[in-house]
Nanobody, 120 residues
Framework: QVQVVESGGGLVQPGGSLRLSCVAS????????MGWYRQAPGNQRELVAA???????IYAESVKGRFTISRDNAKNTVYLQMNSLKPEDTAVYYC??????????????WGQGTQVTVSS
């Protein structure tokens, strides 16, 4: 079994910052990619940012220049630093990981989600 747990969401004013964290644990052999998705009410889940094991990154156009994704490979942890937050960033943020488990199977896992609300 693999567990994916996010933390760091909350309420912040427009222009403020938040840092999300996500750790994967359990029967993991190696992690290929870790990233963040978000889903606002009435919208589909969308990619926010992702980082591969080699350090490559991808960002949604709407967050480029404001959000930064980073990973601590030794701790199986991914972070999302969110600056200059806007009300339209309000959503539930989900951590995703694509990994090789201890049985050498490629698997996708999701966290339970953490709410980010940007409002004055």
């Amino acid at each position: 079994q693999v567990q994916v747990v996010e933390s760091g969401g909350g309420l912040v004013q427009p222009g403020g910052s938040l840092r999300l964290s996500c750790v994967a644990s359990g029967r993991i052999f190696s992690i290929n990619a870790m990233g963040w998705y978000r889903q606002a009410p009435g919208n589909q889940r969308e990619l926010v940012a992702a980082r591969g094991s080699g350090g490559s990154t991808i960002y949604a156009e709407s967050v480029k220049g404001r959000f930064t994704i980073s990973r601590d490979n030794a701790k199986n942890t991914v972070y999302l630093q969110m600056n200059s937050l806007k009300p339209e960033d309000t959503a539930v943020y989900y951590c995703h990981t694509n990994l090789l488990d201890s049985d050498y199977r490629v698997r996708d896992y999701w966290g339970q989600g953490t709410q980010v609300t940007v409002s004055s």
